[in-house]
Each structure stands twice: as C-alpha cells, then as structure tokens.
C-alpha cells in the first residue's frame, strides 16, 4: 500500500510538471507570434585604404533614448513641437565602450575630428514603416576601436539630440580608411 500511495503522488508531480511545462510553452509561443516593437539595427561595413572590397564588421541592434521616444512622441503628437522640423538624419560616431544608458542625450566621447565628425546621412524607404540612414566616413586620421554609432536629429555635435544607438564590432580606421553605417529602422505594430 505504501509503495502505491508513492507511486500516486509521483504521478502526481510528474503530471503537475508537465501541465506547468505545456502553459510554459504555449505561453512562449504566444508571445512569439505577437506583433515585434519598433526596432533599431546598424550594419558597419569597413572599406581599407587601397581596397574597394567593403568588409561587413558588424550588425547588431540598437536601443532607443528617453530622449528619443519624447522626440518621435513630438514630431507625432504634438503640434507645438519645438523640432517640429528636425529628423533623426545625423550620424555619429564614438570610440567609447561604456554601456548604453536610455538616459544619454549624447554618445560618450562623440569623435569630432579626423574625418569621423558627424554627418547627414542618405535616406532611403524600404518598404512600409522600414528605412535606412547610410553615410560613409573616411579617416583622415587613427582612431582605434571605433564601436558606438548615434542616430541624432541635430547636426551639432555634443548638442543633446541623441534620439537612438548601437554599438558595432570596434574596428580601428587609419587615414584613408573608409566605415559605412546603415542604421535601420524598423516600425511595427
């Protein structure tokens, strides 16, 4: 008797784990089917001196700022917007590794020289809600371990327009070295 009372409450477990296990699963693959937020991905391509081969360095995806969610909440909702005619066109670049913080208004030690200094980048639609910021920047200089790419809606650097970034693989550029960038993004719903 004892032996069947163990066996029982065995089942028992074993039949609580597996229910527990089945709403785990469809748990998960409900979440999987629901509709992604907007996302944010730079692709870094690096062209050496002499070569006209670009070298994919990296993807990755980036992270959006307080700043920036209040800047597309602007531009979207609010008639009185102060940068009503700004947009999120400027590219910049950092060799800094710190973490991404959602409170930065700027990326840590934003390069301003050398060929590397922020720039208006190329739009491009593709496809519904999807666009692409391209820019290729040519080093008139060293910089070791360029890492940090910042989506900005002004052309001013250091000026607290940071609206996204990313971090890309670091990749030291010498002068004449070439980094492309295209930061997409991508609006779901």
């Known amino acids: 008797m004892k032996n069947e009372n163990f066996v029982i409450s065995k089942k028992k477990a074993l039949y609580t784990v597996m229910f527990a296990l089945m709403i ?14 907007s996302a944010f991905h730079v692709y870094a391509y690096v ?6 081969e670009n070298i994919l360095v990296s993807y990755h995806a980036g992270s959006l700022t307080t700043a920036g969610k209040n800047f597309i909440e602007g531009i979207l909702g609010d008639d009185a917007f102060a940068n009503a005619t700004h947009y999120i066109q400027f590219g910049s670049l950092s060799c800094n590794d710190t ?5 930065w208004v700027n990326i840590i030690d934003e390069i301003v020289a ?3 200094e922020r720039a208006k980048m190329t739009y491009a639609s593709t ?3 999807v666009w692409t910021m391209t820019h290729q920047w040519t080093a008139l200089g060293t910089h070791t371990d360029v890492q940090r790419v910042g989506m900005n809606w002004d052309s001013v650097a250091n000026d607290g327009s940071l609206a996204w970034a990313d ?6 550029l010498n002068s004449g070295d070439k ?11």
């Open 167 to 172: 971090t890309i693989t670091p990749v030291t």
């Open 114 to 116: 050398d060929g590397l």
């Open 127 to 129: 496809g519904d809600g």
């Open 47 to 52: 062209q050496r001196a002499g070569s006209d």
């Open 24 to 37: 785990v699963s469809v748990g998960l693959v409900s979440l999987s089917l629901m509709p992604k937020p």
């Open 99 to 103: 973490v991404f913080d959602a409170g």
């Open 179 to 189: 980094l492309t960038i295209v930061a997409t993004t991508t609006v779901t719903g």
